[in-house]
């Protein structure tokens, strides 16, 4: 069936560093959003891209939709302590129905 | 606005006996979803429900229901719990795009955390 691939599964990164997260697609997507689930918490929509090659920011955040519309990345430029969390991706196929990624653990190092 | 509520917000049950989550979504969504995620899992999706009716469902045995109603208030039963059960149960609403090819972004509620004993 149609998988949304997430990569990293987990990532450590000091403060202040920067923080990648990478989702793939077996098949081209309608759009796709992003969540973001803090620790104890439930996930948060953050943002939907819909058209290829699209860029979009929120402050530190930087997403961006591939050419495809097969593929997306999230990036954070210099993670903060109040980054961590999970961020899902989720691809929204032709039939409406959304196919999550298994997410990325951010974790900052003290 | 108030958020999607869902009721109650920890349940411990014990293996056998069946149990009823309760999902209210946000006024005006009409499509709610449910999922179950245990830790270091991503979100395994159960099933859809727009206008009473469910749109898609999950790889979950038949133990696993749920249902809609008019007020799309949403409810979700698991009848004959196993200890495999345990898990966080999210509801998430969202506006069902009908002709619209834009799709909304989904709204979760905080959760019920079922424990099975």
């Known amino acids: 069936g149609q998988q949304v691939m997430q990569i990293p599964q987990y990532q450590h990164v000091q403060e202040g560093e920067d923080f990648t997260t990478y989702c793939n697609s077996s098949t081209t997507l309608s759009n796709i959003q992003w969540y973001k689930q803090r620790p104890g918490g439930h996930p948060v929509f953050l943002i939907q891209l819909v058209k290829s090659g699209e860029v979009k920011k929120q402050k530190r955040l930087t997403f961006q939709f591939g050419e495809a519309k097969k593929n997306s990345s999230l990036h954070i430029t210099a993670t903060q302590t109040t980054d961590v969390g999970t961020y899902f991706c989720?691809?929204?196929?032709?039939?409406?129905?959304?196919?999550w990624g298994a997410g990325t653990k951010l974790i900052i190092k003290p | 606005k108030a958020g999607v509520t869902q009721t109650p917000r920890y349940l411990i049950k014990t293996r056998g006996q069946q149990v009823t989550l309760s999902c209210s979504p946000i006024s005006g969504h009409r499509s709610v979803s449910w999922y179950q995620q245990t830790p270091g899992q991503g979100l395994q999706f159960l099933f859809e429900y727009f206008s009473e009716t469910q749109r898609n469902k999950g790889n979950f045995p038949g133990r696993f229901s749920g249902r809609q109603f008019s007020n799309s208030r949403s409810e979700m039963n698991v009848s004959t719990l196993e200890l495999g059960d345990s898990a966080l149960y999210l509801c998430?609403?969202?506006?069902?795009?009908?002709?619209?090819?834009?799709?909304?972004?989904?709204?979760f509620g905080s959760g019920t955390r079922l424990t099975v004993v």
């Open positions: 998430a609403s969202s506006k069902w795009p009908g002709q619209d090819p834009f799709f909304y972004g989904y709204t």
């Open positions: 989720a691809g929204v196929d032709s039939n409406y129905q959304l196919i």
